[in-house]
Nanobody, 128 residues
Framework: QLQLVESGGGLVQPGGSLRLACAASGFTLRYYTIGWFRQAPGKEREGVSCISSAGGSTNYADSVKGRFTISRDNAKNTVYLQMNSLKPEDTAVYYC?????????????????????WGKGTLVTVSS
């Protein structure tokens, strides 16, 4: 069974940092484009950042550019999202997702094309 499991969420003060992790079981992440998405209360889900199977291409939402960094460790079958300078508006449930590599980072992040697996999410709360 293909599973994605997110971890690393929690409560952090504005300006703080968190690192989210997305671990896979039942399949090998290295063969997939992986993305992070988030959904805040009362808002639609949005693409935050996506990374290609080899890690050479990335995509970021304008709202997180310069603050968030996506990376992958294929040896550990894990993708990370380092989040710095967090703002209250970053508060959301964060999900990771996988799509076959023929779907590029922009296609996946902007239109969610081709996503075949979703994790259950991890809550990030930015508040003082």
């Amino acid at each position: 069974q293909l599973q994605l499991v997110e971890s690393g969420g929690g409560l952090v003060q504005p300006g703080g940092s968190l690192r989210l992790a997305c671990a896979a079981s039942g399949f090998t992440l290295r063969y997939y484009t992986i993305g992070w998405f988030r959904q805040a209360p009362g808002k639609e889900r949005e693409g935050v950042s996506c990374i290609s199977s080899a890690g050479g291409s990335t995509n970021y939402a304008d709202s997180v550019k310069g603050r968030f960094t996506i990376s992958r460790d294929n040896a550990k079958n894990t993708v990370y999202l380092q989040m710095n300078s967090l703002k209250p508006e970053d508060t959301a449930v964060y999900y990771c997702a996988a799509a076959p590599p023929l779907f590029g980072v922009q296609a996946m992040c902007v239109s969610t094309n081709g996503i075949t697996s979703w994790g259950k999410g991890t809550l990030v709360t930015v508040s003082s």
